[in-house]
């Protein structure tokens, strides 16, 4: 039997045009904030595709950019961003210069211009059960699943990270599934993913998932992006994995067309929770 393969890119278009009609409906042009420190060019590839998407669907994403700063100015650059009402999200692009917490910046933004959902209070509400703004890859992960109809089942994430495996945790079990989480410490990952319906792997090394860690039922969600040859890879070995798996996301085209998107679904839900509170 061919594998499965499952694309975002399909899923990601039908959430632009959802949230086109959401625009319309909320009468503005909702407003996202990108800040930059320093000149990391693949922050600056990911803060251009942003603008760009944004332009698409009808948001503006502005960009701003220090080559230099100190905390106590950027805090107070946050302060003047969370009190305009005319911005409805903020976000600091990653990775921040040595000497900078990213999460103790991010604590600063309200929970409402969170789009990024890594403050303490989107990530607490995720893990009461009452979502507000989530971080855009696992609801990326989530969508594909939803998407294509695996629910419930039993999932295995490789991750526990802020960003990725602990909050796609809490939202799994939010939704009713069976999770498993597993780390660089864990012993024998193979028996968990050789028992899991779905792998959810992102580890940040490319093809780290081997045919010989899954079963030929399985559903492997690819979250990594590596560049290996001036190619985009990801952390399953798909030549391998593709031919003893059900169905498998690719890289590029899986995950990362539904992350992007997400983040504005984040600002266009935030812009219309500003204006209820108006």
Request: aromatic share 6%; charged share 25%.
């Amino acid at each position: 039997m061919a594998v499965r393969i499952l694309s975002g890119e399909e899923i990601a278009e039908k959430k632009a045009n959802d949230l086109r009609a959401k625009i319309e409906k909320l009468g503005l042009e909702p407003s996202l904030k990108l800040i930059q420190l320093g000149n990391d060019e693949a922050a600056s590839i990911y803060a251009r595709a942003k603008i760009r998407r944004g332009k698409k669907i009808g948001i503006k994403v502005d960009l701003e950019r220090y080559d230099e700063i100190s905390a106590s100015d950027l805090l107070r650059r946050i302060k003047e961003i969370a009190d305009d009402p005319t911005i409805n999200g903020l976000m600091i692009e990653n990775p921040l210069p040595k000497g900078f917490d990213y999460y103790e910046i991010v604590k600063e933004i309200p929970y409402y211009k969170d789009v990024d959902a890594l403050s303490p209070y989107n990530q607490g509400l995720i893990a009461l059960n009452r979502e507000f703004l989530v971080p855009a890859t696992p609801r990326a992960v989530i969508d594909i699943l939803d998407h294509y109809g695996y629910h419930e089942t039993t999932v295995t994430i490789i991750n526990r990270s802020p960003v990725v495996g602990r909050p796609l945790s809490m939202m799994l079990l939010n939704r009713n599934y069976t999770v498993s989480v597993c780390h660089s410490k864990t012993p024998n990952i193979t028996a968990y993913t050789k028992n899991a319906k779905v792998v959810v792997v992102a580890v940040g090394r490319p093809g780290f998932l081997k045919s010989s860690m899954v079963s030929d039922d399985s559903v492997v969600v690819d979250v990594g992006i590596n560049y290996v040859n001036d190619r985009v890879v990801g952390d399953a070995d798909f030549e391998d994995v593709s031919k003893h798996v059900e169905a498998v996301t690719p890289v590029p085209g899986g995950v990362g067309p539904i992350t992007a998107t997400n983040i504005l679904e984040n600002v266009v839900r935030a812009a219309e929770f500003q204006k209820l509170m108006k």
